[in-house]
């Protein structure tokens, strides 16, 4: 019987311990089977992000494609542009309103080069250089002990485009009214007219006429003194205007005296240049000479120098205090005699 109870229990054990082999057997079947479909879902996720990426990147290339067309089809105002007609080439009327506005556009273009300015521009930027902006003695200047000083105003008015190519200038002084005068100008194609007349009792007639281009003009200026009665001035000048250099040749005095001017542009990016000016009288036979430098700083900074032969050294130094209102401090030293004080002036601008 104990043999047969022992028995019992091996067989029982030994069951036992099959069932716990299959079972775990099992189990390590169930688990193998998991994993694999835990990797078959995780390759199906990866597929569905991968075909879900590939089609984010043809919606971006296609809306990328649909904007630049839509931008080509776009002029810079955003406005679109108007497609097409094959019909329009058809049409002549259309053809010729296409080549009008063409002519305009052209002439538009054309017109700054064609268009020869008036006698003063002659020699124009090389006296600006040289001479505007420094010290000078006015009309009415004042002195007090060792200081000296002149107060007063100029305006100018310009009316542009009363007609075609008419222009109206008017200018005023202060405290001398009696200089200022009312200038007409009118500027077209390969001519430039001038015509002015003073604001003295017996006021003084101007007139002066230039011919061809802005490259290249031929001018002629001359005044009448109504008080006289005789013709008080005639001058002549030709101006060359190619990249870079501006020079001038003018008679002046009824002939008697040459004056040439030269203004060159030493560096476009910082706006420096040189001007120089000779002038000879023939009936004194006396030469003068001046030379100047400008240069820019910003667009609100300037700076220029000039030196004549008499030894008198000039600097301005201009600064924009606002939008509006521009100052500049002025000085003037005589390098030939240096106990002679210092001349220092400010001045202020207001522009339009």
Same mark, same amino acid.
């Given at each position: ?36 479909? =835990?990797?078959?879902? #995780? !390759?199906? %996720? /990866?597929?569905?992000?991968? *075909?879900? &990426?590939? +089609?984010?990147?043809?919606? @971006? $290339?296609?809306?990328?494609?649909? =904007?630049?067309?839509? #931008? !080509?089809? %776009? /002029?810079?105002?955003?406005? *679109?542009? &108007?497609? +097409?007609?094959?019909?329009? @080439? $058809?049409?002549?009327?259309?053809? =010729?309103?296409?080549? #009008? ?23 124009? =930027? ?227």
């Amino acid at each position: 019987m104990l043999l047969f109870a022992m028995n019992r229990r091996l067989i029982s054990q030994s069951m036992g311990e099959t069932k716990k082999d299959e079972s775990t057997k099992e189990a390590e079947k169930k688990d193998k089977h998991g994993k694999k479909e =835990k990797h078959k879902d #995780e !390759d199906g %996720k /990866e597929e569905k992000e991968g *075909e879900e &990426k590939s +089609k984010d990147k043809e919606k @971006k $290339k296609k809306d990328k494609e649909g =904007k630049g067309e839509g #931008e !080509d089809d %776009k /002029e810079d105002g955003g406005k *679109e542009k &108007k497609k +097409k007609n094959p019909e329009d @080439k $058809k049409d002549p009327m259309k053809l =010729k309103l296409k080549l #009008e506005k063409i002519e305009t556009k052209m002439q538009e273009l054309n017109m700054g080069n064609s268009v020869p300015g008036i006698y003063h521009d002659i020699g124009k =930027k090389a006296r600006d250089l040289l001479y505007k902006g420094y010290i000078e003695r006015k009309p009415t200047w004042y002195e007090y002990r060792h200081l000296s000083y002149s107060c007063g105003f100029d305006c100018t008015l310009h009316l542009k485009d009363i007609a075609p190519g008419l222009n109206t200038v008017f200018t005023l002084f202060h405290p001398d009214q009696e200089a200022g005068r009312v200038e007409f100008r009118f500027l077209h194609d390969y001519i430039g007219i001038t015509a002015g007349i003073g604001f003295k009792p017996q006021p003084v007639l101007t007139c002066s006429t230039v011919v061809g281009t802005n490259n290249l003009s031929l001018g002629a200026d001359f005044s009448y003194d109504t008080d006289k009665e005789e013709l008080s001035k005639f001058n002549g000048g030709l101006s060359l205007n190619i990249a870079g250099l501006v020079a001038s040749v003018a008679m002046e005095n009824k002939g008697d005296t040459m004056n040439t001017t030269c203004y060159c542009v030493v560096n476009p990016r910082s706006t420096c240049a040189i001007g120089a000016e000779l002038n000879h009288c023939f009936s004194r036979n006396e030469t003068a000479f001046a030379f100047g430098a400008e240069y820019v700083w910003n667009q609100s900074t300037y700076m220029k120098a000039r030196v004549n032969n008499f030894g008198k050294v000039g600097i301005v130094l201009q600064r924009q205090l606002f939008s509006k209102l521009a100052g500049a401090l002025v000085a003037e030293i005589d390098a030939l005699n240096l106990r002679r004080n210092p001349k220092v002036g400010f001045s202020f601008a207001v522009m339009p």
